[in-house]
C-alpha cells in the first residue's frame, strides 16, 4: 500500500471514529496504560515496562509478610517521586468531553492514576476497575488514609503505618496480583457495557480478564466496538474500527474543540 493509500485509510477510519462518537448517546469508554503513557505514566506489559522490571507483589505476600509491605511502599513512593506532576493529557481531555456532552455513560478504567478524575469526569461517571494509588485505605475498616501521612510514618520508622481507625494493614487502594476485584465496579461496569451504544477501547492490550471481557460483552449486547491501541489485541477480530497509533494524535482534536 502507498503513503497515498494509507493516508486514505487514516482519514477513512478518522471520518468513521468521528460519526461513531457524534452519533453516540450511551457510549463506554474504557481504557488501559495506553491513555496515560502521554502524561508520563509508564506502562507496565511493554518490553522495558515496570512488570519486567519489578515482579509485582501478590496480595497474599503483601498480607503476610511485613517485609513484603515495606517492599510495596518502598516501591510506591519511589514511582509516585517519578510521575510527581503528571496531568491530564488531551486523551484525557476528550474522554471528560464525551462524558460531558452526554455521548458517554461511563469511563471504566484499568488505571489507578487519578488523571480521568482530574481531567473532570465525575467520580460518579467513572469506574475505576483496579482501584485508585492516590490515597491508601485500610483493608479491614476501609478508612482512607492519604499518602503524605503514610509516607511520613514509613520514611521516620522504615515501617507503614496500621489504621488509624481499627490497627488494621494500610495498603494502596488499588487491586494487586491474587486481590479480588471489585464487585461493585465490575457490576457497574457489565451492566454499563450491556447498555452501551458504542465501546471505545483506549490504549489496552485487552490480556487482564474478567475486564478484557466487557467488550465482548458489548459487541454481543449490539454496540459498536472500536479498538484504538499501538498493538493489536485478541479482540481486534470483533472490532467494528481498529485504529492504530498516539491516541493523544487521534483523540486531540475532541479535547478542546466547540
Known amino acids: 500500500m502507498s503513503q497515498d493509500d494509507d493516508r486514505k485509510d487514516d482519514d477513512r477510519k478518522i471520518a468513521a471514529l468521528d460519526a461513531l462518537i457524534r452519533g453516540a448517546r450511551s457510549a463506554v469508554v474504557f481504557t488501559g496504560a495506553g491513555v496515560s503513557t502521554g502524561s508520563g505514566i509508564p506502562d507496565f506489559r511493554s518490553p522495558g515496562g515496570l512488570w519486567s522490571k519489578n515482579r509485582p507483589i501478590d496480595f497474599d505476600d503483601f498480607y503476610s509478610s511485613l517485609e513484603m509491605r515495606r ?89 507503614p503505618p496500621d489504621c488509624r481507625v481499627c490497627g488494621g494493614l494500610v495498603k494502596s487502594a488499588t487491586i494487586s496480583f491474587g486481590q479480588a476485584m471489585p464487585v461493585e465496579a465490575m457490576m457497574r461496569a457489565e451492566a454499563a457495557a450491556r447498555e ?63
Open 71 to 159: 517492599e510495596a511502599w518502598r516501591r510506591k513512593f519511589t514511582m509516585d517521586d517519578a510521575t510527581r506532576g503528571a496531568a491530564p493529557n488531551a486523551a484525557h481531555r476528550a474522554i471528560a468531553r464525551f462524558v460531558r456532552e452526554g455521548r458517554a455513560s461511563v469511563v471504566v478504567t484499568q488505571n489507578i492514576d487519578g488523571l480521568h478524575e482530574a481531567s473532570g469526569v465525575p467520580r460518579d461517571r467513572l469506574i475505576e476497575l483496579h482501584g485508585n494509588g492516590t490515597y491508601a485505605a485500610c483493608l479491614d475498616c476501609r478508612a482512607r488514609h492519604e499518602l503524605t501521612e503514610v509516607r511520613a510514618v514509613f520514611e521516620a520508622s522504615g515501617d
Open 196 to 258: 452501551a451504544d458504542l465501546f471505545l477501547v483506549l490504549g489496552s492490550s485487552l490480556v487482564v480478564y474478567p475486564a478484557a471481557a466487557l467488550p465482548v460483552a458489548a459487541k454481543r449486547a449490539g454496540a459498536a466496538l472500536v479498538i484504538a491501541n499501538r498493538e493489536p489485541t485478541d479482540l481486534d477480530p470483533y472490532a467494528d474500527l481498529l485504529l492504530r497509533g498516539d491516541l493523544v494524535e487521534i483523540f486531540g482534536p475532541y479535547a478542546d474543540a466547540a
